[in-house]
């Protein structure tokens, strides 16, 4: 007999926590009315603060792909180019975005591997619109280097598209100071609210930068017109902007550094948890690159199965991820995003001793959450 | 003191009852385990038995513009043509976004007034591959012919698109009888959940018309594959799944002929409640339309201005629409759609009076709900 629900600990959606969860079971409101309008400018205000930012912020109706949609729709066009760095799954999907918009002109590297920066300065310097990158590859664990790459975008005059869905809200990402034209985030990641929302910040360069048939539901315009009003051009998700809206206060009272210091840590002993029970971190680090905060990718171990562990998690009460695409069956993922516990963590590493245990894949239990209660010290 | 809530009367998003705001605020699951792709499954069978049809249906995260796009952006490509019908904000709408991916021949009629068959057909004659009509026009109360339209585009080997946001679910349409390629809704009208939601039903035709750049969010055949899987090809907004899937609970326990019933009553009541208060209804009439079943526009009455309509209404607990774009200021609208009951309405239609007899718009209150109750008979 559990008596806790099932533990989410893949890279989103995470848990929401019943704070929010009630928040989001309010009463319908008018979207057209100022209680939507104050709703969604405190939304927005929150978000700046978080972003670092004084872009312009705006939160769609969609999940994450519709704002990595939006961010190349509206600034490619037919004859543009676009290069897209690619080193994981959602790099891949901008690069699969960008052939609908322009022509693409990839920057691919194996997945879980870091990007080479010289290869990407290559491909910018034939010339290019945009770049765009994923900061915290889900798919890998692995973060890739924002302040790096926004640099060479700049040195050749292409705007800077970066997608934080999984790092704003768990990792420091200071739009401004890096210099990023388009950032994107989901509602269902380090922010800790259900998935369905996804923002979206736009650079006054970026705006310029609009051009050609833009989607309709995405035009970025449209968003900027209605949010004068403290409104969103088409019918909100009202209630997820309820959720939204208590887990951006949630982060308030936490405090976005010890938020940070946080994930942080809890990322820091999932690794070292890691290390503890023999398993091996899956990315392949160079100097330009770092294992994400957010997300653990590790190595499939001998002696078990993809299903095994899933399974054998699953059993336990704890739901992990494992591979994607070609990655299936060769690495599994854990997540440390967003409002989970210590106890949650610990939970997690716990069962996963057991599980491997129980497949003879380790000898004994325990030195996992040991050596992870050492780093978390709850 | 007033221990209500207050009552949304707008045409969506409509009043979520208690249970669906339960049903939605359940915890967060994986959303590719085999729970959500249950529940998924579960969705789409009840959604296909209110639409009537053997098509493929899905659900996206977004909006109904999302879907409204999803509809267009598939089909038609730059040297496409796609006759639009427009006799209000929506039918507008679907000439805004066909304007951004074929060539658009628009058919349009004053805002409040019937489409005329003769126009479209003659429209029709020049070659079309798509035709797009909004059933139930929200802006102006007017049902229009679906029937009638389709068999003109099926006349004329056109793909037919209805936008039913607001009349499936409150009104009978039986996507299959009437040969409707593509239809769409929004999970927060008739359906009576809360917004965010968009539903799609494809025929094979629509299907196979599918060409060109189309928008990566909204791509159709990324639905029907992953839908196979009891899956959405991207994040779902799953809490937003479990309140659909219990207001689709409660549409099947309410009984869809019950529930279509249940709408005529009450626009009936409405419209009576209209008649006696003096008032003038805004749709102007012709045989091929009807008034909607699930939205009353009226012509805002010579002693009132919108605002001090809409706040009045506002004070008794009550939030009423007013026209859009150019008919701001002249019409009001008032929507019975979805999980409203009968005191809900009378409510409404005592405050109306109240608010009109404040105004010295009219002389007594009392025959408006007299009226309607004589309908409703609760």
Redesign the interface.
């Known amino acids: 007999m559990n008596f806790e ?2 533990l ?1 600990m ?1 890279p ?5 926590t019943p704070r929010i ?2 928040a ?10 100022t209680e939507f309008s104050n709703l969604y400018s405190e939304i927005l205000e929150k978000l700046s603060k978080i972003l670092k930012t004084k872009n312009d912020v705006f939160v769609l ?6 704002a990595m ?1 939006a961010a190349i ?1 509206n600034v490619i066009d037919d004859c543009d180019s676009i290069v897209t760095v690619v080193n994981g799954k959602f790099g891949d999907r901008f690069k ?2 960008g052939k ?2 322009g022509k693409t002109i990839p920057v691919e590297f194996d997945w879980g591997t870091s990007i080479g920066l010289e290869e990407v300065e290559s491909a910018l310097k034939g010339g290019a619109k945009a770049v765009t990158m994923v900061h915290n590859e889900t798919s890998t664990g692995i973060l890739n280097p924002a302040k790096e790459v926004c640099e060479l975008a700049k040195k050749y005059d292409a705007l800077f598209i970066l997608d934080c869905i999984t790092s704003i809200g768990g990792i420091d990402v200071p739009i401004d100071d890096l210099g990023v034209d388009i950032a994107i985030t ?1 509602s ?1 990641k380090c922010l800790g609210a ?4 996804s923002i979206i910040s736009v650079s006054e360069k970026a705006f310029e930068a609009i051009s050609g ?6 035009d970025l315009r449209a968003y900027k017109k209605s949010s004068k009003k403290g409104q969103t ?8 902007f309820f ?1 939204l809206d208590e887990s951006l206060r949630i982060i308030e009272e936490e405090g976005m550094d010890n938020r940070i210091l946080r994930h942080e840590k809890f990322a820091k002993a999932m690794r070292a948890a890691i290390n503890a029970l023999g398993l091996e971190m899956f990315p392949k680090l160079n100097t330009a690159s770092r294992y994400s905060d957010t997300v653990t990718a590790v190595n499939m171990p001998d002696g078990i199965t993809d299903k095994q562990l899933k399974d054998g998690m699953r059993s336990h009460g704890i ?1 992990i ?1 494992g591979g994607q695409a070609h990655l299936g069956g060769k690495i599994f993922r854990i997540s440390t995003m967003g409002n989970i516990t210590g106890g949650d963590l610990l939970r997690t590493i716990s069962a996963l001793e057991n599980v491997l245990s129980e497949n003879k894949v380790i000898d004994k239990s325990g030195s996992g959450a040991e050596t992870a209660n050492e780093i978390l010290n709850i």
């Open positions: 629900d099932d989410i893949i989103g959606p995470v848990p929401v969860l009630k989001m079971s309010k009463p319908m409101i008018n979207h057209r009315g109706s969609g999940s994450g792909t519709c949609e729709g699969l975005i609908r918009y989901g269902q259900p998935p369905g929302l048939k833009v989607p309709f539901y995405m051009p088409y019918t909100p998700a009202i209630s997820l959720a739901i991820a």
